[in-house]
T-cell receptor, first 116, second 111 residues
Framework: DAGVIQSPRHEVTEMGQEVTLRCKPISGHDYLFWYRQTMMRGLELLIY????????DSGMPEDRFSAKMPNASFSTLKIQPSEPRDSAVYFCASSLSYRGITMEQFFGPGTRLTVL | GQQVMQIPQYQHVQEGEDFTTYCNSSTTLSNIQWYKQRPGGHPVFLIQLVKSGEVKKQKRLTFQFGEAKKNSSLHITATQTTDVGTYFCAAFSNSGYALNFGKGTSLLVTP
């Protein structure tokens, strides 16, 4: 298995532009998580899905952020419009649940977003 | 969710010295996971601790879960330059599905 795949690896955009980050989880995993990492705030959970259904989006900073998981092998995180303070590394992670508890999380390589 | 605090934030050691990072919670944790993130990389799972007082070893790394399940530690014996990175502890939220990560301890090892 190739692991969790994210694209693009780097994104530089201008303030006000729409940004779409993509993630392909490990096949067979039933949980998918989106995180944001910055020096100031550390690793923050934005939203997670179970079997393609959003379960908790309380970490999404504001309405400019949205996430979808149209099928078990693909998820997107969209920022519209983007702002300089959105600059961060965005990680996608997936995991398998066992007896109602998620196991270890496998992280993708991340997307480094820079908003100018 | 179950929040965890990590100390120290940074640690700089000479190669061959030992290193310990601590993870503390004000509430009892169901279990705890540890991850390592190399500079420029992504977090990678190291281990999960579940039982009170549990101790697990991985070569030079020793992981411990406190008796009250409110704290945990990671100890590295005789650090090597390959140990450089940030070590995170993470506790499950009340739902048991999502993880709350600590801020991490960044380890720098100089030869």
């Amino acid at each position: 298995d190739a692991g969790v795949i994210q694209s693009p690896r780097h994104e530089v955009t201008e303030m006000g532009q729409e940004v779409t980050l993509r993630c392909k989880p490990i096949s067979g995993h039933d949980y998918l998580f989106w995180y944001r990492q910055t020096m100031m705030r550390g690793l923050e959970l934005l939203i997670y899905f179970n079997n393609n259904v959003p379960i908790d989006d309380s970490g999404m900073p504001e309405d400019r952020f949205s996430a979808k998981m149209p099928n078990a092998s693909f998820s997107t995180l969209k920022i519209q419009p983007s702002e300089p303070r959105d600059s961060a590394v965005y990680f996608c992670a997936s995991s398998l649940s066992y007896r109602g508890i998620t196991m270890e999380q496998f992280f993708g390589p991340g997307t480094r977003l820079t908003v100018l | 969710g179950q929040q965890v605090m990590q100390i120290p934030q940074y640690q700089h050691v000479q190669e061959g010295e030992d290193f310990t990072t601590y993870c503390n919670s004000s509430t009892t944790l169901s279990n705890i996971q540890w991850y390592k993130q190399r500079p420029g990389g992504h977090p990678v799972f190291l281990i999960q601790l579940v039982k009170s007082g549990e101790v697990k070893k991985q070569k030079r790394l020793t992981f411990q879960f406190g008796e009250a399940k409110k704290n945990s530690s990671l100890h590295i014996t005789a650090t090597q330059t390959t140990d450089v990175g940030t070590y995170f502890c993470a506790a499950f939220s009340n739902s048991g599905y999502a993880l709350n990560f600590g801020k991490g301890t960044s380890l720098l090892v100089t030869p």
